[in-house]
């Protein structure tokens, strides 16, 4: 019912820049909490960066001061600015969304993964 797309992905140098969208779609009362996760091959899914309804942020201590999220609530939308890339940074990157359909019923809602490959 809820629909998650991210784009933006793609193959970019160490130290280079990447931004990441991702737009929620479909039946949305409210959308709490919006944030993007990442896997690399043979690795668990990882917390990368997760922004809240009043604007509160939180991040991986690998990207901190490297990365920053943003949003934009009127529209769905979730940002994901990525400057000084490493290679580590390499991974599938997926986008969540959760907030609300209805009053009492809630969502939580995955992209289909963008690909970011950090190599020379």
């Known amino acids: 019912q809820v629909q998650v797309v991210e784009s933006g992905g793609g193959l970019v140098q160490p130290g280079g820049s990447l931004r990441l969208s991702c737009a929620a779609s479909g039946r949305i009362f409210s959308t709490n909490t919006m944030g993007w996760y990442r896997q690399a091959p043979g690795k668990q899914r990882e917390l990368v960066a997760v922004i809240i309804s009043g604007g509160t942020t939180n991040y991986a201590d690998s990207v901190k001061g490297r990365f920053t999220i943003s949003r934009d609530s009127a529209k769905n939308t979730v940002f994901l600015q990525m400057n000084s890339l490493k290679p580590e940074d390499t991974a599938v990157y997926y986008c969540?969304?959760?907030?609300?359909?209805?009053?009492?019923?809630?969502?939580?809602?995955w992209g289909q993964g963008t690909q970011v490959t950090v190599s020379s």
């Open positions: 969540n969304a959760r907030g609300w359909i209805t009053v009492s019923a809630q969502y939580n809602s």
